[in-house]
């Protein structure tokens, strides 16, 4: 006997809500139950590229299909003066213009239905017309219903890709008296003022985005458009969360400010003005194409007393850079400028992120003795074998090496003059872990072993893997070096100089993903289908 079905709709719909979105779907052809609470269930994930795909010779008819589908369920949640909890919509750009006023419909409906969250994802796409070569342009939009914005229900509101708001929006009532979060990425603005008229109207705002929002003019929109160059934001009380990209000048007045993103566009030329000493609360700050001041840094404890994450990316700074923060327990810093030094007083620091020049001395004048240190450093390989070592050698104290992760990446190669090196008599230091996701060319695989294991004496070996780059015929080579079965070949190569890792007691194989522990390595990783959506990964873990 099915108990399940009989349970009340809340608990049914309670049970969906836990599921994944497809396997949600498949309930629905369970039974006719369990076609009924599908029907009735408030949260609609639309999009065509799941129902339809990406291509298909009858695109209207399934269209149509599309719409009927959409249309029974809300006309259902309509008929039972059903509240409906969440509404997304994510379609294709050539879709939109055949779509465009069922959409306006199903935005009538959600509206009237007291909609809590709304997420709209239409792209666009773009021909262009009238240019001198003769071609021609299209720029296809949506104009958002001007209801969506009088839903006093609405909690939530996400709106990405082509979608307008016109000039009428300023005449129109808005009642978003009840949102507490607001994202808009990449909209299209006929006046550079609308998102500041919007917001003001949203005195609950706690989590705002703003990305690279276009302001155009409707009547010859491809030569006109141009990027949203300012923000003025006053009166948000509530606001805990902010992101703001692609904007030059921002004044945000939310004085109970927790975390903040800013990033400008690098190649805008106008100066870049942001009112950061005001956020005086802030836990969590990123920083990325701006100008980081050495006294700005010394100052962090002084500016932001409370502030626990500080990320760093790509920002005009000094060659020697000196951060300082008693509070500071995360610390994330990229940048591939000549760095010289970076020195770091922060005695609650925790995790250390460090993507930038080899070359570079760093130092921990304090830190906990739980510190988690990841580093991606930029090498090329023109610098030969001692830059990666010496990197290493350049961590101070050598105490905190115990936590380092290393990730070696060569994006332009490895040349087999670079891995030429001579004898290294001294054990390298010891590292906590070794990333690599490249390989070399099969006929420098013992030489690059050499150079890498030259410079570094990991307790762990990982290797990912996500597209086919060679890397598993890489991998199988390590394992059966480290398993000692290339040792004789090794000699050959390099005489019968011995090395740390002929030492190795013991090599323990793990895997990210499911094995048959009585196939052996190499049929494992073969069978392994490339590429995946998320990457896979071997480690070795070794103990001398």
Known sequence: MDRISVLPEAILHDILARLPEKDAARTSVLSNEWRDTWYTFPILSIGDKIIIGSYSPQIISKLDILIGYVMRRLLKLREQSLTIKVFKLDMMPEHNKYMSHHFDLWMNMVSESCVEVLELCLLYSATYRGLPDGTEYRYDQYDLPLCVFEVRSLTKLVLKGKITLNQSFFNH?????SLRTLCLRELLLEDKGIIEHLISYCPLL??????????????????????????????????????????????????????????????????????????????????????????WLLDLSHKFPFLEHLELCGCSMSDRINISSAQLMILEFTNYSDVKEVN?????????????????????????????????????????????????????????????????????GIE??????????????????LELDSSPNEALYFHYMNW??????????????????????????????????????????????????HDLKIVKVTYSFNVDEKVDFKTTLNALLLPTDDPESVSFSLEL
């Open 416 to 433: 087999q003059n670079c891995l030429s090196i001579q004898q290294v008599l001294s054990i390298p230091p010891s590292i906590k872990y």
């Open 452 to 501: 890498l294991l030259s410079c570094c004496c990991p307790k762990t070996i990982s290797f990912f893997f996500q597209n086919d780059r060679g890397m598993k015929p890489f991998t199988v080579f390590v394992y059966e070096l480290l398993m000692g079965r290339k040792k004789q070949e090794w000699f050959d190569h390099f005489g019968d100089t011995k090395c740390w890792w």
């Open 344 to 412: 770091i007083d922060a005695p609650n620091l925790l995790s250390f992120d460090y993507c930038g020049d080899h070359r570079a001395i760093i130092s921990f004048l304090t830190s906990s003795d739980h510190l988690v240190f990841n580093a991606s450093p930029a090498h090329e390989f023109r610098h030969g074998y001692y830059s990666l070592r010496e990197f290493i050698q350049n961590i101070k104290p050598q105490k905190v090496l115990a936590s380092l992760s290393l990730s070696v990446y060569h994006s332009n």
């Open 206 to 295: 706690e989590d705002l985005t703003v990305y690279c929002c276009l302001v155009y003019n409707r009547k010859n929109p491809f030569p006109n458009k141009q990027f949203l160059e300012s923000l003025f934001l006053h009166g948000l009380q509530k606001l805990k969360e902010a992101d703001i990209q692609g904007i030059q000048e921002v004044y945000i007045d939310a004085p109970n400010l927790e975390n903040l993103r800013y990033v400008p566009f690098p190649y805008f030329g106008s100066p870049i003005k942001l009112n950061l000493d005001s956020f005086t609360r802030l836990r969590c700050l990123r920083l990325s194409n701006t100008d980081v001041t050495d006294k």
């Open 173 to 177: 009532s808005i009642k978003l008296f």
